[in-house]
């Protein structure tokens, strides 16, 4: 995507994919239960005074339209996103980031073992 801006510059903003990994799995819940996850979204190059991170259109959740229908997860709560600011030690700039949490539990039904991904069965 090209944007330009009201002086006249351009910049591009690609696609990007991404993959949120949760780290608070608990397998207490294993197969069927719902699991808390966040993703943290921000720089560490530029800082508040350059790259403004705001919520877009002031949603407070993520937008799923362009989430893969195939994938095996589904979100089934979302937490509203927080936008923080934090001051380093070593800055005067603030750095920002947006912090989103949510919970989600696997689509398909696993109570069949032979529906356990490969690398759960052989790492286990």
Not at 10 to 38: A, M, R
Not at 75 to 93: A, P, V
């Amino acid at each position: 995507m090209l944007w330009r801006t009201q002086m006249g510059r351009c910049f591009t903003s690609p696609p990007v994919s991404l993959k949120v990994y949760c780290h608070n799995f608990t397998h207490s819940n294993w197969p069927q239960g719902e699991q808390d996850c966040n993703i943290k979204l921000g720089s560490w190059t530029h800082d508040g005074l350059i790259l403004n991170l705001t919520l877009f259109n002031g949603k407070e959740e993520l937008d799923l339209t362009d989430m893969a229908p195939a994938s095996p997860w589904v979100i089934t709560h979302q937490l509203n996103g927080t936008r923080n600011e934090k001051f380093y030690e070593c800055c005067e700039e603030p750095y920002q980031d947006l912090n989103f949490r949510f919970k989600l539990r696997p689509q398909y039904s696993l109570h069949d073992p032979a529906a356990i991904p490969a690398c759960c069965t052989t790492c286990c």
